[in-house]
């Protein structure tokens, strides 16, 4: 398997709900990083994970959590959503410190 | 002041044209550029990698970075109609393992 891919493509939640996306990184890649990138902007660093540990963090709430499993394969998670956590939510793998970052086409996340 | 500055365009060329694209930076410590192209409903594609400064070419893609002017810039040379993209600046430190800080982006048209 190649490529990262993420699920579901398109969420509609409530304000106040809870969310969890989810990554399949690309074979061979043990780092996990998520981004979030709102309309019109570039896409801001929420978190690293490496062998299953956080090992990064952006400037986001401790209501924006994840996972990262055995098989590298991770999860978003976002609780008490907010209308602005509407957005494009990026996933992407890679070696670490390495410098082919691979990307998903992410899930794009709307908050009503 | 935000760590990366891209000016959001939109730009659009003719077919053909030379298309510069550019990016300042204020953290010096900064040591590996990207550039990132990013179709509507994708995830960013990584087009070109730099460490510190140079040049370096690809194709018809050259990237340049002057780190002492803290200003990184991309040429597309017989620019393309399958070029129209969004195309987004990225840096990151040494140490900060896979932590990408990305420029706004720059929306590109080429007419045919």
């Known amino acids: 398997e190649t490529g990262v891919t993420q699920s579901p493509t398109h969420l509609i939640k409530t304000r106040g709900q809870q969310v969890t996306l989810r990554c399949s990184s690309q074979?061979?890649?043990?780092?996990v990083s998520w981004y979030q990138q709102a309309l019109g902007q570039g896409p801001q660093f929420i978190f690293q994970y490496y062998r299953e540990e956080e090992n990064g963090r952006g400037n986001f709430p401790p209501r924006f959590s994840g996972l990262q499993f055995p098989n590298y394969s991770s999860e978003l998670n976002v609780n008490a959503l907010e209308l602005d956590d509407s957005a494009l939510y990026l996933c992407?793998?890679?070696?670490?410190?390495?410098?082919?970052?691979?990307f998903g086409s992410g899930t794009r996340l709307t908050v009503v | 002041q935000k760590e990366v500055e891209q000016d959001p365009g939109p730009l659009s060329v003719p077919e053909g044209a030379i298309v510069s694209l550019n990016c300042t930076y204020s953290?010096?410590?900064?040591?590996?550029f990207m550039w990132y192209r990013q179709y509507s409903r994708k995830g960013p594609e990584l087009l070109m990698y730099?460490?510190?400064?140079g040049n370096k070419e690809d194709g018809r893609f050259t990237a340049q970075v002057d780190k002492s002017s803290k200003y990184i810039s991309l040429f597309i040379r017989d620019s393309q109609p399958s070029d129209s993209a969004t195309y987004l600046c990225?840096?990151?430190?040494?140490?900060?393992?896979?932590?990408?800080?990305f420029g706004e982006g720059t929306q590109l048209t080429v007419n045919p």
């Open positions: 074979s061979g890649h043990n780092t």
């Open positions: 990225a840096m990151r430190v040494e140490t900060s393992g896979s932590r990408l800080t």
């Open positions: 953290n010096s410590a900064f040591q590996y």
């Open positions: 730099t460490y510190s400064s």
């Open positions: 992407a793998s890679s070696f670490p410190g390495g410098y082919g970052y691979t």
